[in-house]
């Protein structure tokens, strides 16, 4: 007879998470976090954590692309490269000076661009002065610019990952220095976002449209999950891609970026979390010093369109000649809905590695795909998608993918899930957050995101919890509650021929072979 170790493996491993976690449970951290929010509004936490003599940070600001309207498309993601080209003292020769020229840039380009989009009356030789007008006004506000000097003082100091990111909901900064190196920091970070200067604004518009190019564009995953997202959404913003859309990019001006910072770069609207080898005593104020010379400013209207309920099935198929590729979602709640957790656990259990059921079934069983999973997009904040997503491999198409992830489906709807799938699943979410604590900067970005979300860091903790108490019959209630085709939206690439590829020729008609006799060989 042989024995099955795995339970007690795995009521082992529990064992050994629970006693970890509880070494890092909400009161150790509590002893070592001090949260503050200065006088203009921001939040600020400083984490004592005295391993290695180095900090890591993370700012978050609670605008993404979701707060954009249209015709400003892109503008979240553009003012991130924005916040990378200094201050009126970093990244500049004479700022008196630039500044009257960028403001030389912004009237020539209004004047070029009013003439360039009239439906009646355009004048193209004018529109081609007004341009030329308008490059050259660039060209003299570039004579005052050092270029990426910002970034260099960072890395001649000793930071490192020095970068940031825009979704949907917010937009991050991020890097890690030496902890002698705080005041530094604490002056370079507050002056980016007390005195942005959008210079080069119109070079690294172009930038962006290359990303979009390279990202979207030229990518058949990207071309669909744009599409995707679009046909998904018909009123609120996660419909729209969050590098913009291309006739939008060709459009809007530093003065609007400028408008879009005065309305969401709000102390607000920002938590800013320090994590590593300092001491709240003594860091504290020196992060309200700098930081709180950023002014106050009104927190935001909260986005007022809700997306309507699905009431039918779409469908996107994009023909192009590459790996076809197929992708399901169905709307689900916010991120302060009572199921979140049950949809953290149907993530897991689809495509948590090699044993999740997506994996199993698709790739490893059917051997139909090279690639499945499924879990929670493109948002947080606002009611999101779950999706499925699949890889066909060869010699199988985009919409033979869609019946065996309904029969998973199926499954989740009729079926319990078993005790020990379910207790993989709660024990690896304890793993996963012991793992996010082991660094600085993971530990920065986990800290800030919840304490922005929630207004308290503890629901790091507690969301642990949450899923430690979901059910089978959670999962089975969830499923059945939102994986409906009415609604369900279906995004497919079909692999076909390039265009203009010549049809093959046409065979002409042969005349019919000679009757062979008996016995002869053919």
């Given at each position: 007879?042989?024995?099955?170790?795995?339970?007690?493996?795995?009521?082992?491993?529990?064992?050994?998470?629970?006693?970890?976690?509880?070494?890092?449970?909400?009161?150790?951290?509590?002893?070592?976090?001090?949260?503050?929010?200065?006088?203009?509004?921001?939040?600020?936490?400083?984490?004592?954590?005295?391993?290695?003599?180095?900090?890591?940070?993370?700012?978050?600001?609670?605008?993404?692309?979701?707060?954009?309207?249209?015709?400003?498309?892109?503008?979240?993601?553009?003012?991130?490269?924005?916040?990378?080209?200094?201050?009126?003292?970093?990244?500049?020769?004479?700022?008196?000076?630039?500044?009257?020229?960028?403001?030389?840039?912004?009237?020539?380009?209004?004047?070029?661009?009013?003439?360039?989009?009239?439906?009646?009356?355009?004048?193209?030789?004018?529109?081609?002065?007004?341009?030329?007008?308008?490059q050259k006004a660039?060209?003299?506000?570039?004579?005052?610019?050092?270029?990426?000097?910002?970034?260099?003082?960072?890395?001649?100091?000793?930071?490192?990952?020095?970068?940031?990111?825009?979704?949907?909901?917010?937009?991050?900064?991020?890097?890690?220095?030496?902890?002698?190196?705080?005041?530094?920091?604490?002056?370079?970070?507050?002056?980016?976002?007390?005195?942005?200067?959008?210079?080069?604004?119109?070079?690294?518009?172009?930038?962006?449209?290359?990303?979009?190019?390279?990202?979207?564009?030229?990518?058949?995953?990207?071309?669909?999950?744009?599409?995707?997202?679009?046909?998904?959404?018909?009123?609120?913003?996660?419909?729209?891609?969050?590098?913009?859309?291309?006739?939008?990019?060709?459009?809007?001006?530093?003065?609007?970026?400028?408008?879009?910072?005065?309305?969401?770069?709000?102390?607000?609207?920002?938590?800013?979390?320090?994590?590593?080898?300092?001491?709240?005593?003594?860091?504290?104020?020196?992060?309200?010093?700098?930081?709180?010379?950023?002014?106050?400013?009104?927190?935001?209207?909260?986005?007022?369109?809700?997306?309507?309920?699905?009431?039918?099935?779409?469908?996107?198929?994009?023909?192009?000649?590459?790996?076809?590729?197929?992708?399901?979602?169905?709307?689900?709640?916010?991120?302060?809905?009572?199921?979140?957790?049950?949809?953290?656990?149907?993530?897991?259990?689809?495509?948590?590695?090699?044993?999740?059921?997506?994996?199993?079934?698709?790739?490893?069983?059917?051997q139909i795909a090279?690639?499945?999973?499924?879990?929670?997009?493109?948002?947080?904040?606002?009611?999101?998608?779950?999706?499925?997503?699949?890889?066909?491999?060869?010699?199988?198409?985009?919409?033979?993918?869609?019946?065996?992830?309904?029969?998973?489906?199926?499954?989740?709807?009729?079926?319990?899930?078993?005790?020990?799938?379910?207790?993989?699943?709660?024990?690896?979410?304890?793993?996963?957050?012991?793992?996010?604590?082991?660094?600085?900067?993971?530990?920065?970005?986990?800290?800030?995101?919840?304490?922005?979300?929630?207004?308290?860091?503890?629901?790091?903790?507690?969301?642990?919890?949450?899923?430690?108490?979901?059910?089978?019959?959670?999962?089975?209630?969830?499923?059945?509650?939102?994986?409906?085709?009415?609604?369900?939206?279906?995004?497919?690439?079909?692999?076909?021929?390039?265009?203009?590829?010549?049809?093959?020729?046409?065979?002409?008609?042969?005349?019919?072979?000679a009757a062979t006799?008996?016995?002869?060989?053919?």
């Amino acid at each position: 007879m042989k024995l099955d170790l795995r339970p007690l493996a795995l009521a082992i491993s529990f064992l050994i998470l629970s006693a970890a976690l509880q070494a890092q449970d909400i009161a150790s951290f509590e002893k070592k976090i001090t949260v503050k929010t200065l006088p203009n509004g921001m939040t600020v936490l400083v984490m004592e954590r005295p391993e290695a003599p180095v900090f890591s940070f993370y700012t978050r600001v609670d605008a993404g692309s979701a707060q954009e309207v249209l015709g400003i498309t892109g503008l979240a993601h553009m003012f991130e490269h924005m916040a990378f080209k200094g201050t009126d003292k970093i990244g500049t020769t004479n700022y008196g000076a630039e500044k009257a020229a960028l403001a030389k840039v912004e009237q020539t380009y209004a004047a070029y661009q009013e003439e360039d989009h009239k439906e009646v009356g355009r004048d193209p030789k004018k529109v081609a002065d007004l341009e030329a007008a308008w490059q050259k006004a660039i060209a003299e506000a570039d004579k005052f610019v050092v270029p990426n000097q910002f970034g260099e003082i960072v890395e001649s100091e000793g930071g490192v990952g020095l970068n940031a990111s825009t979704d949907w909901d917010e937009t991050v900064y991020f890097y890690s220095m030496p902890e002698n190196r705080l005041r530094l920091w604490a002056y370079l970070e507050s002056a980016r976002f007390l005195h942005p200067v959008m210079r080069e604004f119109y070079k690294e518009r172009d930038v962006v449209m290359e990303e979009r190019r390279m990202r979207t564009d030229s990518s058949p995953q990207g071309r669909l999950i744009e599409q995707f997202l679009a046909a998904a959404y018909t009123a609120h913003p996660y419909g729209r891609p969050v590098v913009g859309w291309p006739s939008d990019l060709r459009s809007f001006s530093a003065t609007d970026a400028t408008h879009f910072y005065h309305k969401y770069y709000v102390p607000a609207d920002m938590v800013i979390a320090v994590v590593g080898d300092v001491k709240a005593s003594t860091a504290m104020p020196i992060l309200e010093k700098y930081f709180g010379r950023i002014p106050a400013g009104p927190k935001p209207d909260p986005l007022r369109t809700v997306e309507p309920p699905q009431r039918d099935l779409r469908e996107v198929v994009l023909h192009d000649p590459s790996q076809p590729l197929y992708i399901e979602g169905y709307h689900r709640p916010n991120f302060r809905d009572p199921d979140d957790a049950v949809y953290d656990v149907l993530s897991d259990l689809l495509s948590k590695g090699r044993t999740s059921r997506l994996y199993r079934s698709l790739v490893r069983d059917k051997q139909i795909a090279i690639a499945a999973q499924g879990g929670s997009f493109p948002g947080v904040k606002y009611p999101s998608l779950f999706y499925f997503f699949a890889v066909p491999s060869r010699g199988r198409t985009a919409r033979d993918m869609a019946g065996p992830i309904h029969e998973e489906i199926e499954k989740l709807k009729t079926q319990d899930v078993s005790d020990e799938e379910l207790q993989s699943i709660k024990t690896r979410a304890k793993a996963d957050l012991i793992r996010g604590l082991a660094d600085n900067s993971g530990l920065a970005a986990q800290l800030a995101e919840y304490q922005a979300y929630y207004g308290d860091w503890r629901e790091l903790f507690r969301q642990i919890d949450r899923i430690d108490k979901v059910s089978k019959a959670d999962i089975r209630r969830v499923a059945n509650k939102i994986f409906t085709e009415q609604n369900r939206t279906v995004g497919i690439v079909e692999t076909s021929p390039p265009p203009n590829t010549p049809a093959p020729a046409a065979t002409p008609p042969q005349p019919a072979p000679a009757a062979t006799p008996k016995g002869a060989q053919q």
